[in-house]
């Protein structure tokens, strides 16, 4: 009688841990790969290669902010990428923000969209002085046009923010975009 119940505690002590074994190795490699995963985006347009060094890639997701100054502006979160030419080739290309519109129905804040007029840019190509203007003044919200030689890369680095003036702006407020390098012709 005690060696029949010393085995169904062994087995159910031996399906216990296969789970928990189980468990951990999913849950471990799930865990690796989002985080892997989330580090670097790469986004193929063709002749071109734009990796994306932030988590949320091309992505801007600004909530809950603050009217600041330039200085503190141009020290703000950097989205970050690299734009390479693998080809043998010279590319034309733009970089563009877009609104993202499907995160902007899913937040449902559409009222609370922060106007172009409100927000500056500041965008930095490779190691030069990043350059500030207002995002409305970005005509076709195009940020950037220029030609990659062939077999080389840019770095670029953008931020935003609200600027420093009399207009209130609600802590609730929201701006969504979406970056995009496309190539032309």
């Not at 007029?117 to 190509?125: G, I, M």
């Not at 890369?153 to 209130?168: C, G, K, P, T």
Request: a negative charge; glycine letters at 2%.
């Amino acid at each position: 009688m005690y060696s029949k119940y010393n085995r169904k505690h062994k087995m159910k002590s031996i399906i216990i841990i296969a789970f928990l074994l189980a468990f951990a190795i999913i849950s471990t490699y799930l865990i690796y790969h989002n985080f892997s995963s989330e580090r670097e985006r790469d986004i193929d347009t063709g002749e071109m290669e734009v990796v994306f060094h932030s988590k949320d890639g091309n992505k801007i997701n600004l909530t809950k902010f603050t009217p600041v100054t330039d200085a503190v502006g141009l020290s703000s979160t950097e989205y970050g990428f690299t734009v390479k030419n693998s080809s043998n080739n010279s590319v034309s290309y733009k970089i563009i923000l877009e609104s993202n519109d499907n995160r902007i129905t899913r937040d449902d804040c559409l009222n609370k969209t922060i106007p172009k007029e409100l927000l500056k840019l500041s965008l930095r190509v490779d190691h030069q002085a990043p350059k500030a203007k207002i995002l409305s003044e970005y005509q076709d919200n195009v940020l950037y046009e220029d030609t990659l030689e062939a077999n080389s890369s840019e770095d670029y680095s953008i931020r935003i923010w609200a600027i420093n003036n009399d207009f209130v702006i609600d802590r609730d407020s929201h701006y969504h975009a979406i970056i995009k390098v496309i190539e032309e012709g």
